[in-house]
């Protein structure tokens, strides 16, 4: 019975949403996920802070001054939530083996996290307040200055990973350093989701 039973599993595979085998043994794959949880949890440090602070200032958040383009950072949000579509196209690419695909959606990818990037630091250039000018102020620049700096490790690591894994005889795994890749990057953008409806939709 038990035989029976373990030769269907082979057949039929993991369970839906389960890591495929040679990601649950991968010690990369096992600490870039504890470590994202730990990320989180300082994103909740930084949101919680947030809230508190709204609490405390309401009805003068945000103070006068501090005003923000919701609108064209909308714009740019769909151009980060995009980057995660080409970073879904590099992991399937990966997993069939397809290396100038891979490199392809990664490019894709980098560029559009570049153009959200340029464009904080615009957006922060423009901006009329400075970090000390009032409790918004310092907790919207610790927020998106922090997920700032995790977007650039980001376009920084798809591009280690770009070089490394499709250099010509290199054996670094492909499907598995792509897909965990993926998760940091998915991360990122799932962050400032959030964010951005907290910061500067629901200000």
Do not use: C, Q
């Amino acid at each position: 019975m038990d035989v029976t039973a373990a030769n269907t599993a082979s057949r039929t595979g993991p369970p839906p949403g389960a890591l495929p085998a040679d990601e649950r043994s991968s010690p990369l794959a096992v600490g870039v996920v504890v470590w994202l949880a730990s990320e989180v949890m300082f994103f909740g440090g930084l949101f919680a802070a947030w809230f508190v602070l709204k609490a405390n200032n309401e009805p003068n958040w945000p103070p006068p001054g501090h005003h923000l383009d919701m609108a064209r950072m909308a714009v740019f949000t769909g151009v980060l939530v995009a980057s995660s579509v080409t970073m879904h196209f590099a992991v399937e690419a990966a997993a069939h083996g397809r290396k100038r695909a891979v490199l392809r959606w990664l490019v894709f990818t980098i560029a559009l996290g570049a153009a959200f990037l340029v464009h904080e630091g615009l957006e922060w250039y423009e901006l009329p307040f400075g970090f000390d000018t009032a409790a918004f102020s310092s907790i919207f620049y610790l927020l998106t200055g922090f997920h700032g700096l995790h977007v650039l490790g980001g376009l920084i690591l798809m591009g280690v990973v770009a070089w490394v894994v499709l250099s010509p005889g290199s054996r670094v795994p492909l499907a598995v350093s792509v897909r965990v890749t993926s998760y940091y990057w998915h991360f990122v953008d799932v962050v400032w989701v959030v964010l951005f409806l907290t910061v500067y939709v629901n200000s």
